[in-house]
């Protein structure tokens, strides 16, 4: 008859055996209670003082804290985990001080001023850099006949306005742009009026947020440059009669 043993017999050095080289730091074999209920353990081995195979030589298992089979260990915390934690209650009252005592830590308030005067600083270099949109008379009559304005119009027209207007102004949901017929003011004041609010009860939509400055000034000298031309399919005349365009 062969010899048998128990599975996990009990060593009487076990207890003060060396800890393996990976686990310095964690707790010694003779610090460990493993426990008995774990869920690692076979039911008919023996509960014996060293942990079971899975729970770790060097790991302090509290016993009777086993849970759904989740084992609740009193191992200490990573060491880096508690360096973080101590410089943290260390930083604390260095923040408090300098920020409510001291002022040499700026607050929310501080750094929002701050913002606020690097965003009026680009707001200033933006403008600097070119012209910005007028909404004058003179200006927007000015806009009206500058030739030069014409090839920016020209695009911000096919691309905000071709659709409702057509391509070449003679209209298809909205009026003819190119006859003497005009619902609303023709004048320049009259043709930003109505890119920039819109008619919304009608269709069309505002576009004075939308619209770059250089857009804006170049679609009222495209609109006003399409009075006179020959549309191919001209819509039918809407609106009065306006003479001296």
């Not at 964690?26 to 081995?45: F, G, I």
């Not at 260390?90 to 005067?117: N, S, T």
């Not at 911000?156 to 017929?181: F, K, M, R, V």
Request: hydrophobic share 40%; aromatic share 8%; glycine share 8%.
């Amino acid at each position: 008859m062969s010899d048998s043993t128990v599975p996990n017999t009990p060593d009487a050095s076990s207890s003060d055996a060396p800890r393996p080289e990976d686990a310095i730091g964690d707790n010694p074999p003779s610090e460990t209670t493993p426990d008995p209920e774990s869920s690692l353990r076979e039911p008919a081995a023996a509960t014996l003082p060293e942990a079971a195979i899975g729970e770790g030589a060097v790991d302090r298992v509290m016993e009777g804290h086993t849970y759904d089979g989740i084992r609740e260990y009193d191992n200490p915390m990573p060491g880096w985990w508690v360096a973080i934690f101590v410089i943290t209650v260390l930083f604390a009252p260095v923040y408090m001080l300098g920020v409510h005592v001291f002022d040499f830590i700026d607050d929310y308030q501080d750094d929002l001023a701050e913002k606020g005067v690097e965003l009026a600083a680009i707001r200033e270099a933006y403008a600097a850099s070119g012209p910005s949109f007028e909404e004058t008379p003179a200006a927007l009559q000015e806009y009206a006949q500058d030739a030069s304005l014409l090839p920016v119009g020209a695009e911000a027209y096919q691309t905000t306005c071709a659709s409702c207007h057509a391509a070449d102004g003679g209209g298809l949901i909205g009026p003819n742009l190119a006859d003497e017929y005009w619902i609303h003011d023709p004048s320049p004041e009259g043709i930003w009026l109505a890119i920039k609010e819109g008619f919304p009860a009608q269709g069309m939509p505002p576009w004075g947020d939308i619209l770059t400055s250089d857009e804006k000034a170049g679609l009222i000298a495209y609109v006003t440059s399409l009075q006179g031309t020959t549309p191919a399919e001209p819509k039918e005349p809407q609106g009065e009669l306006v003479v001296g365009l």
